[in-house]
């Protein structure tokens, strides 16, 4: 199997996971709806940088050996991420998983080839993706958009 297909594999589950969480803009939100994402995400933002300035292992998979294991062992590891899932909020609920999978052979420009490969998703995430097309794209942020979402969501 060639790099690329592993990375298409071993990335869609992962990638499913982003774009559901980028699809929380959906149509008609009502606006204490999108304050409470917006604080989710601003709290999530906020833990990232806790990881990446060292105060916590940045991987989730580092952070307990057993599952760092069994993904080098080649199972794609799925959890919700904290004890409440879906977190209740006003008018919705958001529902937050994480993931992690080994991917052989596979360097990172493979896995954002496919990650930020917008155009590709309804081929990719068939049949849960109709859709989908970056608006901006930088080193650090993307906007994209999906035909089901009213506004844009950030990645």
């Known amino acids: 199997m060639s790099t690329r297909r592993a990375a298409q594999r071993g990335l869609r589950l992962g990638a499913l996971i ?3 969480v980028s699809l929380g803009y959906a149509a008609e939100l009502k606006k204490e709806t999108l ?3 917006d604080s989710y995400i601003a709290k999530e933002n906020a833990e990232v940088k ?3 300035a060292g105060e916590e292992d940045f991987f989730w998979a580092d952070a ?3 599952r760092f294991d069994e993904i080098r062992r080649g199972a794609a590891v ?3 991420v904290g004890d ?3 977190i209740r909020v006003p008018g919705g609920l958001i529902h937050h998983w994480i993931s992690a999978v080994f991917i052989p052979n596979a360097t990172i420009d ?3 080839a496919i990650t930020r490969d917008y155009s590709h998703y309804k081929d990719y995430f068939k049949p849960g993706v109709a859709d989908a097309a970056a608006i ?3 080193d650090s942020r993307d906007e994209i958009h999906h035909p089901l979402c009213e506004s844009i969501g950030a990645l």
Do not use: C, G, I, T
């Open 136 to 138: 901006m794209k930088s």
């Open 78 to 80: 799925v959890q919700p």
């Open 50 to 52: 806790q990881r990446a």
């Open 18 to 20: 982003v774009m559901s």
């Open 35 to 37: 304050n409470a994402w």
């Open 84 to 86: 409440h899932n879906p």
């Open 110 to 112: 493979d896995v954002l």
């Open 64 to 66: 307990e050996p057993s």
